[in-house]
């Protein structure tokens, strides 16, 4: 189960990833000078939350790991006395 959850977590970020320049690179209609660029600035955004909640997810599977090695050796540690 958490290997499907993660997989689908990391084919989500790559499509999104694949496809965000794609269509970000659509023409846009200038209004101003240095709008041209908005969409490097969302693109750059959306990597770094993505990169973001992916070691956010990574963070909290190690600590659930650790909770669980902690709870364990409690358990052990409170049999043998």
């Known amino acids: 189960m958490r290997n499907r959850l993660f997989t689908a ?3 989500s970020l790559a499509v999104l990833l694949l496809a ?5 690179a ?3 209609a200038q ?3 240095g709008e041209g660029n908005l969409g490097y600035l969302l ?3 959306l990597l770094t939350w993505a990169g973001f909640f992916v070691y ?6 190690k600590n659930r790991d650790l909770r669980r090695e902690v709870d364990d050796l409690r ?3 409170g049999e043998r006395e």
């Not at 965000?20 to 970000?24: E, T, V």
């Not at 956010?56 to 599977?61: C, S």
């Open 75 to 77: 358990r052990t540690l």
């Open 43 to 45: 693109a750059g955004t």
């Open 20 to 24: 965000a320049p794609a269509a970000l």
């Open 31 to 33: 209004d101003a000078p």
């Open 56 to 61: 956010a997810v990574f963070l909290w599977r």
């Open 26 to 28: 659509a023409p846009i």
């Open 9 to 11: 977590i990391v084919i």
